[in-house]
């Protein structure tokens, strides 16, 4: 590899959105481009949490001058020097894709698969709009993903109390065409005892899961009684940054489905390892994505080398998530949109990610750029 280049975007929300426990003004990124000597290139994504564009312009120097093949090396160097799972995911990414491109195949294919040609995706709604009240908006964001295709859908609850959001549910789900998945993510806005009480009413819905309803961090404690207490589904597991923390939320049996996150727990290839391990627990598998452009694109290559639970015909169903809040990013980066019909993505075949970024809105809209080649590091 020749070059490295690290950019930073935002978009400002306004008003501000977010789920139960905060309300954010803007969804940032880290986008990261690694470069070889005959000019192809590979991206990779993250979130942008302060000092990472730091961090990746550090480590950048210790991928310099190598090849890209060599992904299992480099990985593992990578995440020694980052010491940050986002940093080190960032570039994994890149690597990975730069690795597929080099290989003239997809991702997917450079693992072994895939074994799905489209994924199933649900609408994540954004959450709560400051100043509305859910009675106001859910209905407005239900009537949008119908309208998009959508045939699968995921509230962001827990802000208000429970009682005041189940009725909410309730009239919703009633009204809902038949077929239309529920899910429901709790983003640690409940105590166990109110989850357990928003968990029974998501079952008697039909909601397919719900998705972390308490605090996340300190390993996720307490997952395991909720979910001995719940008959609907827990899924959990998206900042999971480490094999060790997968190996310990997976053996007590936290979750019933695991959500790693590439552009957090360090590429495809991890996101595919934490799937493995949790199929021997018997647990499903989904990866959960940033919902920016090239983590969408990350999560549909993990989903195409996943094979269903079961080969059952009516095995679970595996889904990904696709984000419908304001985000122009999520398709502004890209030079030709995802193809998405009838609530299904189409797993692109393209080398790589499958995905091409459009440079010339990336460099318009980046808020910095660093670059980091054999004649150092600069900020363009």
């Known amino acids: 590899m020749e070059r490295v ?85 960032a570039l994994t990414i890149a690597l990975e894709d730069l690795r597929a491109r080099q290989l003239g195949v997809s991702v997917a294919a450079s693992f072994g698969g895939p074994v799905r040609e489209r994924v199933r995706l649900y609408a994540a709604f954004g959450g709560y709009v400051e100043g509305i009240d859910p009675a106001d908006s859910w209905p407005r964001d239900v009537e949008r993903a119908l309208e998009a295709g959508f045939t699968a859908m995921k509230f962001r609850v827990g802000r208000y109390p429970v009682a005041h959001e189940a009725a909410l549910l309730e009239r919703i789900r009633a009204d809902l065409p038949a077929g239309v998945a529920l899910m429901a993510d709790g983003n640690a806005g409940y105590t166990l005892p109110r989850a357990i009480e928003m968990g029974r009413i998501l079952d008697s819905l039909a909601f397919v ?5 308490m605090h996340q961090r300190e390993g996720y404690a307490g997952y395991e009684h909720l979910a001995a207490a719940l008959d609907i589904a827990l899924a959990g597991g998206e900042i999971l940054q480490t094999r060790s923390a997968a190996i310990e939320l997976l053996g007590r049996r936290a979750v019933d489905i695991v959500q790693p996150e590439p552009v957090i727990c360090g590429g495809v290839a991890e ?13 499903a598998a989904m990866p959960h994505t940033s919902n920016n452009a090239l983590g969408i694109a990350a999560g549909l290559q993990v989903l ?53 970024v459009d440079e010339a809105y990336l460099r318009h809209h980046a808020l910095e750029t660093r670059v980091i080649d054999a004649a150092g590091a600069r900020a363009v």
């Open 5 to 89: 280049e690290c950019f930073a975007v935002s978009h400002t929300l306004d008003p501000r959105t977010g789920p139960s426990i905060a309300l954010s003004g803007t969804h940032a990124y880290v986008l990261v481009k690694i470069t070889d000597a005959d000019g192809r290139s590979g991206w990779g994504e993250t979130y942008l949490v302060p000092g990472i564009p730091s961090i990746i312009e550090t480590v950048a120097p210790a991928i310099l001058g190598r090849s890209a093949t060599g992904t299992r090396g480099l990985g593992e160097d990578v995440r020694r020097a980052a010491e940050h799972a986002y940093a080190a995911s």
């Open 209 to 213: 899961w719900f998705e972390e309803p």
């Open 271 to 283: 996101a595919l390892w934490i799937a493995d391990l949790a199929a021997v627990h018997s647990i």
């Open 304 to 356: 195409a080398c996943l094979p269903d639970p079961t080969r059952s015909p009516a095995s679970d169903e595996l889904f990904l998530e696709y984000g419908v809040d304001d985000n122009p990013h999520r398709t502004g980066l890209l030079a030709a949109a995802l193809r998405f019909a009838g609530g299904w993505a189409t797993v692109p075949e393209g080398p790589g990610l499958g995905v091409e």
